[in-house]
């Protein structure tokens, strides 16, 4: 299972999740970087897990306030190869954005406002349809056919799919799933309360072969243990890998042991 580590980013600062209450997110205060400045919080991230991808939410967007495409373009320039000390042939790094993509014409525009401001060199950015924003169900075949690997993130709170109701149907199908699809659980996220494995279990069970990512509860070693053995293809962690529960070791650990 691999560690996707979490960049939460509101009014050009990473912030620190609370069970989704974004409106009451502060500056990040992390033991990986003096700082809450995104670019350096989003190198000691990717430098602490050795991860394959980053997953940035751009709070404001998702609260349909001012989305932040300079920061995520010099995102996408700093992170484009941050393991080729390591790996020299290393293949493009990931960012997979949420950025309240309500349907394909909305993303389209928004990833061409950001590759506008990067060059030649850049992490491939992969779009985040999260269902608490999405509007369209087409969206997801439309960015399939484009060639952008869409994600879809189910949404949930109380255990309940966040989602229009005309599409909270449609979405519970396997049917309209793409390839990799996040279990996102905001009441567990940086709540120190562990993962929601119930919900994560239930929509694994329907998933086929498709990759199944759980987000939010992981505290230490242990919780990661427990979701590597339910099957989850990697989890979303922020809270404790900012506060040092988790270390490099723990994170690159439960990769080499899937």
């Not at 995102?75 to 997979?96: K, Y």
């Not at 997801?140 to 994600?151: D, F, R, S, T």
Request: glycine share 6%.
């Amino acid at each position: 299972m691999q560690v996707i580590p979490v960049l939460d980013l509101l009014d050009g600062h990473a912030v620190r999740a609370i069970r989704g209450d974004r409106a009451n997110y502060r500056p990040i205060q992390s033991s990986l970087c003096a700082t809450s400045e995104p670019l350096p919080i989003a190198r000691a991230l990717v430098a602490a897990t050795a991860a394959p991808a980053l997953y940035v939410a751009d709070l404001g967007a998702i609260m349909s306030r001012e989305a932040d495409p300079s920061t995520l373009a010099a995102l996408a320039v700093s992170l484009a190869h941050p393991h080729a000390h390591v790996e020299p042939h290393s293949r493009p790094f990931e960012i997979w954005l949420d950025a309240g993509f309500a349907d394909f014409p909305s993303m389209l525009a928004h990833l061409s406002r950001i590759a506008a401001a990067t060059g030649s060199a850049h992490a491939r950015i992969v779009p985040v349809f999260g269902s608490e924003s999405l509007h369209s169900l087409d969206a997801l075949q439309k960015a399939e056919a484009a060639g952008y690997a869409p994600i879809l993130s189910l949404d949930h709170r109380g255990r309940q799919l966040i989602a229009a109701p005309e599409l909270a149907q449609a979405l519970r199908a396997p049917a309209s799933w793409p390839s990799r699809v996040i279990v996102m659980t905001l009441d567990q996220v940086g709540a120190d309360d562990g993962p929601d494995l119930d919900t994560f279990n239930l929509i694994h069970a329907q998933a086929g072969q498709r990759s199944i990512i759980g987000a939010g509860g992981i505290r230490h070693c242990d919780d990661l243990d427990a979701a590597a053995r339910s099957g989850a293809y990697a989890w979303l962690i922020a809270s404790a890998l900012h506060d040092g529960r988790l270390r490099t070791t723990d994170a690159t650990r439960s990769d080499a042991a899937t």
